[in-house]
């Protein structure tokens, strides 16, 4: 059973950057693929990125590609989403999730408020 624990959200204005981090335990970390989802007020929960078990490989949403890096330190069973050019259709709570290989991401964390302000 893996535990997901996201922190480093909060409020920003438009233009600003956030860098949130999600503490795993539980599970052998560097064998699950990683991905951070959002979900906005009265909007379903959507995509942003994910991240291979060792790192090699990213992939982003269109709405965030180019502004958000995704990344992970194996050594401290951290996955990372740094965010950049933020506007306020960011604004969402931020959820990552876990994933054995082959497998839907199953294990999720409480989620992060992310707040722009325009």
């Known amino acids: 059973q893996v535990q997901l624990v996201e922190s480093g959200g909060g409020l920003v204005q438009a233009g600003g950057s956030l860098r949130l981090s999600c503490a795993a335990s539980?599970?052998?970390?560097?064998?699950?693929?990683m991905a951070w989802f959002r979900q906005a007020p009265d909007k379903e929960r959507e995509f942003v990125a994910r991240i291979s078990p060792s790192g090699g490989a990213t992939w982003y949403a269109d709405s965030v590609k180019a502004r958000f890096i995704i990344s992970r330190d194996n050594a401290k069973n951290t996955v990372f989403l740094q965010m950049n050019s933020l506007n306020p259709e960011d604004t969402a709570v931020y959820s990552c999730?876990?994933?054995?290989?082959?497998?839907?991401?199953?294990?999720w964390g409480q989620g992060t408020q992310v707040t722009v302000s325009s």
């Open positions: 999730a876990a994933a054995r290989p082959g497998a839907i991401f199953n294990y």
């Open positions: 539980g599970g052998t970390f560097s064998s699950y693929n």
